[in-house]
């Protein structure tokens, strides 16, 4: 089965700012767009290119132009609401530090008290709040209602990803000993896991995406991840059956990125299931996982692509900023932000053109590659799309944000992708657009809900945009009510 099913080309995006219903600044903007030449709708191609001096890399526009109507309105009075609750809290210097105090006891304490699967009454107010904004759901009915709610709003899919995982203290992990598959590891960590993977790939739909997480698979893989060892005989077996899977049904699977002590471990096993399942086609299975964040990732990303034209297989680039601040040490990071987005931004385009850069080198062609942008920064989503608006992208493209996060941006992508196919008569989504969900109960979720408040917090200012977004959203609604919007 292709796996091309849900990927398009490259097209106009109209980009999400923060507004009011009637905020006069914008009339002026609306008649500029309106003024500006129409854009050249394009197309991905096949043709490589090896250098700079092929194409020039377009810089996106000073301005961008204004929503044609009201993107947030797909979005449920309830998910406003709940969205806008939570982005307050989230930009609140006075609400959030005690917040992610109370988030940190309950996702790492041993306490059955504190464990939302064993204390009802905190199960209720976790899942009714929190685990709603950014989780998929607890079982397979509440997954599939979550997919088939978020893909009615004009979403092309999902990445799906089990929750269960492991994420280590500096203690812990000098305790890792050599991974050994003990009857009881893998009656009690890896087959658990592996199901709930296989489970994870049965729940979507071909085109969509399924994300892996190693550790969830226990000790013996934290082990050997950490050690920088092959996957034990079942644990191996257990990846491979789920790949074979996900062939069969035409779903991707992004291996994630995990702590950095874990990273090169990850790394040496994504490229050895890539090598298997990528190689004798256009739309890679497997998908690694980029952090921009890191100094390293230039170098890390251009190994990766020398491999790939050396053995012959495509390459499936998720990028990411990164979202282990909390755990990783900081001197592996940038060191501010404006150096995080310049890498990201920097990465992106060499994939997007096939082009070797200062940033990522090499010689000779570039290989296949599939890129996923998933970014919550409009700015790095702008760039990504002025590429594909000037011609130079000849790489297939999505893009996805986490469910619950930047909605203002995502909606903006869902509604730029119907217009084109209402315009143009398209039945594929000319503009990829993708939600990542985890599924499980409450508690498997914890650490998940966690580092999405840790990134909230390292993303202040988009964090505020995210609330004004919201609010301006929820006034926008309160005027139409009474007929003034």
């Known amino acids: 089965m292709s796996l091309a099913r849900g990927r398009g080309s490259c097209r106009p995006l109209r980009l999400a700012t923060t507004y009011t219903a009637l905020d006069a600044r914008y009339a002026s903007i609306a008649i500029f767009a309106l003024r500006s030449p129409p854009r050249r709708f394009i197309h991905s191609s096949e043709k490589r290119t090896n250098t700079l001096t092929d194409h020039s890399i377009p810089e996106p526009p000073t301005m961008a132009p204004v929503p044609r109507s009201a993107p947030l309105s797909v979005l449920s009075l309830g998910m406003v609401m709940r969205s806008l609750a939570t982005t307050v809290v989230s930009s609140s210097p006075i609400l959030l530090p005690p917040s992610l105090r109370i988030m940190s006891i309950l996702a790492n304490s041993s306490s059955a008290i504190l464990n939302p699967d064993k204390n009802p009454l905190l199960r209720v107010f976790l899942k009714k709040t929190f685990y709603a904004q950014f989780c998929a759901g607890e079982n397979a ?25 492991v994420v280590l203290s500096k203690e812990q992990a000098a305790k890792l000993g050599v991974g050994q598959e003990t009857e009881e590891a ?43 060892q092959g996957a034990t005989p079942t644990l191996h077996k257990a990846i491979d059956d789920i790949c074979k899977l996900a062939q069969d049904r035409g779903v991707r699977l992004l291996f994630d990125a995990e702590q950095d002590m874990l990273q090169d471990g990850i790394d040496d096993w994504t490229l050895e299931f890539a090598r298997r399942y990528n190689k004798s086609t256009k739309d890679p299975v497997i998908y690694g996982t980029y952090q921009a964040y890191k100094k390293g990732a230039p170098a890390i990303l251009a190994n990766h692509l020398a491999q790939a034209q050396k053995e012959s297989f495509a390459l499936g680039v998720k990028l990411v900023r990164g979202a282990y601040l909390g755990s990783d040490p900081r001197h592996l990071f940038h060191d501010t932000k404006e150096d995080t987005d310049k890498c990201y931004d920097d990465l ?28 919550h920064n409009a700015e790095s989503v702008r760039r990504a799309r002025a590429i594909c608006d000037s011609g130079a992208a000849k790489t297939d493209v999505s893009f996805a944000q986490l469910q619950g ?16 196919r209402e315009n143009q008569g398209d039945k594929m989504s000319a503009l990829p657009a993708y939600k990542y969900l985890v599924w499980g109960t409450t ?43």
Do not use: H
């Open 141 to 165: 009915t509440e997954v599939r209602d979550t997919i088939s709610n978020l893909k009615g709003m004009g979403f092309t899919g999902v990445i799906l990803c089990y929750a269960k995982e």
């Open 186 to 228: 893998i009656k009690n960590e890896i087959l658990p896991w592996a199901e709930g993977t296989l489970e994870t790939v049965r729940l979507v739909q071909p085109g969509d995406y399924v994300a892996l997480k190693f550790t969830g698979a226990g000790s013996v893989a934290l082990a050997q991840l950490k050690a920088r």
């Open 348 to 375: 992106a385009a060499s994939v997007l053109t096939r082009q070797w850069t200062a940033a990522v080198k090499g010689e000779g062609a570039y290989p296949t590659a599939s890129l996923m942008i998933a970014s």
């Open 405 to 420: 996060m930047a909605d203002e941006v995502s909606c903006e992508l869902v509604e730029a992708g119907q217009a084109v």
């Open 443 to 485: 508690g498997e979720c914890m650490k998940y809900l966690l580092r999405r408040a840790q990134e909230n917090k390292d993303a202040v200012q988009r964090t505020r945009d995210s609330r004004d977004a919201m609010w301006g959203e929820l006034i926008r609604r309160c005027k139409s009510v009474v007929g003034l919007a």
